[in-house]
């Protein structure tokens, strides 16, 4: 009964959140979602993970009540003032031929940096572990210092392609290319996380990009092609690069052989829960790091001014838990660093923090804030597996959108014909912006 309620629960977090905020994505339902989703998976007893303790359970629910508590200021906006949902947003101009010239830098940037990454993984392990050894192709592929960033920059570029397709009437076909080229690059570093972070991402921009989401067939059947893209890729990783957990863990897993395939998904769904209940209790943490996980992307700068500066390990260790895994929600580091107290403080933060970045993004939909709600709502739909929230990658993923946008930035009236229906309402456009 106890699946049943949560994954009820889940659905209704979404119906409330259109009804009080016109949209079924807003922070809170997202996180509400996706965290009693997983949790009513993890009930069904599919894979005989260790028992949750009295523990773990007080961490999960004092982590999800900070972060809602964090969202309430900022979304109580729109409801103590109905005027914000009722009212059309007023929208920003942007120079087409600037945005396209922007991210043709950034795509040329993003092949440059996927070359130094083939290199790299050639001079240090060879090409031909693609297949024999898929784990340490991926570890190299996150350990190229610095110029690394080049690379993901190919994540983002497929972010801002779905934002201009679904943006305009007429996108050139060399756009194309680069969202294919950035898919092509997260099958190649065997990262099933790169693809996940990609299309989800893509999946809020293009809902947030639009002025009224409605529920219609076609919005329905764009999150379930989403998903069914999803579930494809990441079984075609595991088949290609021998991931498949059943193979290896067939004593624990409570499926029948011929849907052993499903153990994947279901095992990154809920196994980050029974890691976190291990990793509470692991006597051998030692003294707190006190932020240099949760503060990663001031660690970074700080390793590259300061001579002997030691970051911390940011895998994780793998538990037993009987299946060998390493993460342990976005609750994890938290813990890491500043102990129960972060755990019941830094969510509230990014709960704030989030929820603000989405209420101007309704009041005022600039491309660099859909942009923006959208990498901070793959953030949270993540939390459950592992932190992006506090993550370089995720900052550096915003001041890029933050420099491209501002570039392209209209200065005068633009043809409103050239862009897709649902875009832009019918009324005066704003071409300032205190935030972009």
């Known amino acids: 009964m106890l699946p049943v309620s949560l994954i009820l629960l889940a659905g209704l977090a979404c119906f409330v959140s259109w009804k009080l905020f016109g949209d079924f994505f807003s922070p809170p339902a997202i996180f509400i979602f996706f965290w009693c989703f997983s949790l009513g998976f993890f009930f069904m007893d599919l894979v ?17 009540f900070s972060f809602l508590a964090g969202c309430f200021f900022p979304m109580s906006q729109l409801i103590l003032k109905p005027g914000l949902l009722n009212n059309r947003p007023r929208f920003h101009l942007y120079d087409k031929v600037r945005f396209e010239k922007g991210m043709m ?21 060879g090409f031909r572990n693609f297949l024999t050894n898929p784990q340490a192709v ?31 009437r007429k996108p050139k076909k060399w756009v194309v290319f680069m969202v294919i080229w950035a898919i092509i690059t997260t099958f190649i570093s065997t990262d099933r996380t790169r693809f996940f972070y990609a299309v989800i991402w893509s999946f809020y921009n293009i809902f947030y990009l639009r002025h009224r989401i409605v529920l219609k067939m076609k919005t329905v059947m764009l999150g379930a092609g ?11 990783v595991a088949v290609v690069y021998k991931k498949q957990a059943y193979d290896h863990n067939q004593i624990y897993i409570n499926l029948p052989k011929e849907v052993g395939f499903l153990a994947d998904p279901y ?15 692991d006597q051998e943490q030692g003294e707190p790091l006190w932020g240099k996980h949760t503060f990663e992307p001031l660690v970074k700068v700080m390793e590259a001014l300061i001579p002997n500066f030691q970051r911390a390990e940011l895998v994780g260790r793998f538990y037993p838990v009987p299946l060998e895994l390493n993460v342990g929600t976005f609750l994890q580091p938290f813990f890491y660093d500043f102990g129960w107290a972060g755990i019941a403080i830094i969510p509230f933060a990014i709960g704030w923090f989030f929820s603000w970045v989405y209420v101007r993004m309704r009041k005022s939909k600039s491309l660099f804030l859909v942009y923006t709600s959208g990498v901070l709502a793959f953030c949270t ?48 456009v704003d071409t300032s912006s205190s935030f972009s």
Request: glycine share 6%; proline share 2%; net charge negative.
């Open 48 to 64: 005989q993970y260790n028992p949750l303790s009295t523990t773990c359970l007080l961490a999960i629910a004092l982590g999800g």
């Open 105 to 125: 830098v950034l795509f040329a940037l993003g092949v440059v940096g996927f070359l130094i990454q083939v290199y790299h993984l050639q001079t240090q392990i």
């Open 138 to 168: 991926r570890e190299v592929h996150s350990n190229v210092k610095y110029l690394g960033f080049f690379n993901i920059l190919n994540l983002a570029n497929f972010a801002i392609g779905s934002i201009y397709f679904f943006l305009y």
């Open 226 to 236: 989403t998903l069914v893209l999803l579930m494809f890729f990441f079984l075609l």
């Open 267 to 281: 095992i990154y769904l809920t196994g980050s829960y029974p890691v976190l209940d291990a990793f509470l209790d």
């Open 381 to 428: 739909t993540i939390s459950i597996f592992v932190n992006h929230c506090t993550q370089a990658a995720t900052w550096f993923f915003i001041i890029v959108g933050w420099l491209l946008f501002s570039y392209a930035k209209g200065k005068e009236e633009t043809d409103l014909n050239q862009f897709r229906e649902g875009i832009y309402p019918d009324q005066a």
